[in-house]
């Protein structure tokens, strides 16, 4: 499998297909713009990459950032893409058992019901949305992990934007013997719910997904977008004329 690098990052050179026919087992991770940044300032973060068995580009944006380094990657895919077409993938497998870990009170619960109905079948065995402060009481996480065994899932897409999800899957990914597959997968829940609309297939293709996302929730997400984000511009323009250096000065050896 082809790996390109950007910021010390290596990511897969995927197609949708080739991916989907791979992703029998390990942890997926899909770095945007943001991510990227983060990983610069965040070592359990940037470990967790490294660790993790697929690395897919989400963004356009990241992308094309690619293409200007001189390694272009086949696709863009996000995991707002890769957790439907998975699902598509596995509509008739029954081996395939997926549990849903995150989203505001309610909200795991109706994406479940939706994408049990879109497919005839209950591909979605369980579900949990956790309160905002689950990841730091054992109490909590153990009860969750309990729900996840119990519900017969071999598949855990967990949903609590990053690096959270990263983190938690990374932290207790041992105790779930059960699981062979991890998404990471953001506010996925959210769009399979329908409680948060999602741009449209030509803002992402143009890289607007952004700006779309940042008027839909401005207070929540100016920070990110407006502050954090523009420091990748920078980053990827070290790494294109040789003055990135790695951040915590390791070697990568994915």
Known sequence: MTRKQILNIKVDDLTMTEF????????????????????????????????????????????????FLGMPVKARLSGSDIFPAFCEFHRDN?????????????????AAERINARFGRRIVVGQCSPSMKFVEDEHEISTIIGQIEASGANVLAVGLGAPKQELWIDTHRHRL????????????????????????????RYGVEWLFR???????LWRRYLLRDPLFVVLVLRQRFGLYRNPFDVPVNR
Request: overall charge neutral; some cysteine.
């Open 94 to 110: 029954p081996a395939v058992r997926i549990f849903l870990l995150g989203g505001r009170d309610g909200v795991a619960q109706q």
């Open 214 to 220: 940042l008027l839909s929730e401005p207070r929540r």
């Open 177 to 204: 013997p059960c699981i062979d597959r991890f998404m990471a997968i953001g506010a996925t829940l959210d769009f399979e719910a329908g409680v948060v609309r999602r741009a449209l297939p030509w803002m992402s």
């Open 20 to 67: 989907l026919e791979r992703f029998t087992s390990g942890m997926l991770v899909t770095p945007n713009a943001d991510h990227l940044v983060m990983l610069q300032e965040d070592r359990r973060f940037w470990d967790i990459y490294q660790r993790a068995e697929f690395v897919t580009v989400d963004s356009q944006i990241v992308k094309w950032a690619m293409n």
